[in-house]
């Protein structure tokens, strides 16, 4: 089910960009390159359909998705050499299921606190760095 006045349904490549880089497409899920690369590997891993809890999904939708979120994080890990990846399902204004897989570590931005949502607005992330951690990721996940 896609309802129209959302970004994350539209999935419009060019409406997204400012924010984040398609980087492939999972059983349950969409995932993206967050644009701002502050934590080094961020993602957000949306849900196919528009759904806005955790608790609205079918068991196996939720089964799906999760598998779909680990996924992500394991390459996520691997690609960023992180200790830690935090998990973040906000939505206030973007209601749309989507959930943010942000590797964390010592001596890096916010470690040991949660991380910030919007930390640069008008800052340009490395586009070399992040064109690095696209293909990384591409690789994990393509199979
Ligand atoms: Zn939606």
Redesign the pocket.
């Known amino acids: 089910m896609?309802?129209h006045d959302?970004?994350?349904?539209r999935a419009d490549e060019k409406e997204l960009s400012p924010l984040m880089t398609h980087v492939t497409d999972l059983p349950a899920s969409k995932v993206y390159l967050w644009k701002d690369q502050t934590y080094y590997g961020r993602c957000v891993v949306a849900f196919n359909?528009?759904k806005t809890e955790l608790f609205a999904l079918t068991p196996s939708e939720l089964e799906q998705y999760m598998r779909d979120v680990a996924l992500v994080a394991k390459a996520v890990a691997k690609a960023s050499q992180c200790q830690k990846v935090n998990y973040a399902i906000f939505g206030d204004t973007a209601?749309?299921l989507h959930m943010h897989v942000v590797p964390k570590a010592p001596g890096k931005p916010n470690w040991g606190e949660a991380f910030v949502l919007m930390p640069s607005a008008t800052r340009e992330s490395d586009s070399v760095q992040a064109a690095q951690m696209l293909e990384l990721l591409r690789t994990e996940l393509i199979v």
């Open positions: 896609i309802q959302c970004k994350y349904c359909g528009h209601p749309h």
